[in-house]
């Protein structure tokens, strides 16, 4: 998903592609099969660093002594990469600081349950779309620009959300490999090696 940001990025913005952070969720996330979250920032550590060189791991989340709301998690980056008041961002060769553009990348299925009863509060939506943006990525059977244009809060900030098509449609989700590890069926190329690795030692979804 992130690589194939990047390449969107690159080909239909200005932006320039400063890094990418993975923000595993706390183990106060009751979600039924979630690993713990030592193990969850591991994986994501390993699968990213020896094989990138913008990608990057974020602990803050999943060391959080409750749920963290995805608005709250985008302001800590915000807090962290531009500064309480605005005093941070980058350097630029005249020594002025210009603010790094923060948002959030989601699947076509995370976006769809915007509309889910219950799920997103309205004043959160508008928080993440509006202030930070999103760059969606749509997945096998969703319709991101017909959800767009159906969602109230999506089409307010329409400029500030960027849909992704897939060139080459990648079906694997971590749903599907949990789930193949109950079954003992192989998830060879499915993840890079090290990760395996560490999901057979460490036993995980195993039961």
């Not at 948002?103 to 509060?121: I, K, R």
Request: glycine share 6%.
């Amino acid at each position: 998903m992130f690589e194939m940001a990047r390449d969107h990025v690159v080909e239909n913005t200005d932006f320039e592609i400063m890094g990418g952070y993975f923000s595993p969720v706390s183990d106060f996330y009751q979600k039924q099969g979630l690993a713990e979250a030592k193990h969850r920032v591991r994986m994501c550590e390993l699968a990213v660093e020896k094989s990138s060189t913008w990608l990057m791991v974020d602990s803050w989340e999943s060391l959080q002594t409750s749920y963290q709301r995805t608005a709250i998690v985008l302001d800590h980056f915000q807090h962290e990469l531009n500064g309480a008041d605005g005093e941070g961002g980058v350097q630029l060769k005249n020594g002025e600081y210009k603010p790094i553009k923060i948002m959030l990348l989601a699947g076509g299925d995370l976006v769809q349950s915007f509309a889910a009863p219950d799920v997103w509060a309205t004043a959160d939506l508008h928080h993440i779309i509006g202030k930070y943006g999103c760059l969606i990525l749509e997945r096998t059977g969703s319709d991101v620009y017909e959800f767009l244009l159906s969602h109230d809060v999506l089409y307010k900030h329409r400029r500030n959300v960027f849909v992704i098509k897939q060139l080459i449609y990648n079906d694997i989700s971590s749903t599907k490999i949990r789930l193949f590890i109950r079954r003992g069926m192989s998830i060879k190329y499915l993840l890079p090696t090290a990760v395996i690795e560490y999901i057979y030692e460490q036993r995980l979804y195993a039961d």
